[in-house]
């Protein structure tokens, strides 16, 4: 059995590649930080025994799905699960975030998880089992002021993970949206927000959680009581008040502190 797991070179992918290696899953990691990769990679095999490949490949380029195609194919493993983790956030007002950085978003969770998606499912409908797992968020459940495209982007990662479910409900397969609140990972910093300490959950506890939910067959994965109170509030609260409570969240958390002052 192997797990193809995209942005596995730190935080929750990280974890989810230690995971599924103390599972007995072989390992097929993606991300574009090589030295990462070969660290995350040289720790499974010393700690699991696995076997793991790495290819350092930014899977928001256009002809990333082609690319790790032909990789996949050159090693000629099956793929038992994909994992759509790779992802990063842009903060500030959209009116003047870069535009460049939101589309190479938009490939990177949304393009890339189509395409990996149709490269992986015919094969694992032949075979009858494994799945998909599609690291969304708990803003898929909100829209994000200040997060607008990240949040948009990951509403459309819940969207399409929870009808590929029913889709494939005959097939034996598996699709788990997982929907992460605030997690203990690079996300922030890399996003340009910071916070004084350190917050969220481990990244460990995400990715145990998610493959749990993942073995069984959840479509729908909210680690946290909490995350899961404030998933039930936003469905029940008018679509209207909540992207005015986000912000005020994220003000009373600080999490707007060292992100681009908003233009006037
Ligand atoms: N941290 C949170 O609070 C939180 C909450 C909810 C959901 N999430 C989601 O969890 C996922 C993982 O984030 P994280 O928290 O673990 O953050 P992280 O520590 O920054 O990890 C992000 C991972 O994605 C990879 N990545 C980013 N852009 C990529 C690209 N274009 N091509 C290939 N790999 C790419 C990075 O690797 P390289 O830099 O080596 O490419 C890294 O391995 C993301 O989808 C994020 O949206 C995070």
Redesign the pocket.
């Known amino acids: 059995m192997n797990a193809l797991i ?9 974890a989810l590649a230690v995971e599924f290696a103390r599972s007995g899953y072989g390992l097929l990691l ?4 090589l030295p ?2 070969q660290a995350v990679a040289t720790e499974c095999r010393e700690r699991f025994g696995v076997e793991v490949e790495i290819f350092p ?4 380029a256009p002809d990333s799905t082609l690319r790790v195609g032909h990789w996949i194919r050159s090693l000629r493993k099956p793929i038992n699960v994909l994992v759509n ?5 842009v903060h500030g007002d959209f009116a003047f975030t870069d535009l460049d950085r939101e589309i ?1 978003m938009v490939n ?2 949304i393009t890339a998880m189509l395409g990996l998606s149709k490269l992986v499912l015919p094969e694992m409908i032949g075979r009858g089992a494994g799945g998909i797992i599609n ?5 898929s459940f909100l829209p994000a002021p200040q997060q607008a495209v990240y949040a948009a982007t ?1 509403g459309f990662m819940l969207s399409f993970s929870e009808a590929l479910s029913d889709e494939l409900k005959w097939s034996g397969l598996t699709v788990t949206a997982v929907c ?4 203990n ?4 910093t ?1 996003m340009g927000v910071y916070s004084k300490k350190p917050s ?1 959950m481990s ?1 460990e506890r995400v990715a145990r959680t998610a493959v749990h939910a993942f073995q069984a067959e959840k479509s729908l994965c909210i680690p946290g009581f909490l995350n899961q109170l404030l998933a039930l509030l936003a469905k029940f609260l008018p679509r209207s008040v909540v992207p005015g409570l986000v912000r005020v969240a994220n003000r009373m958390r600080r999490l707007n502190a060292g992100a681009k002052p908003r233009q006037s």
């Open positions: 995209t942005g596995a070179s730190s935080g929750i992918g990280r993606v991300a574009r930080d990462r990769l490949q930014d899977v928001g983790n790779a992802g990063f956030g190479e990177t969770h690291i969304c968020s708990l803003y990951k992460p609140g605030t997690v990972t690079e996300f922030r890399r969220g990244p």
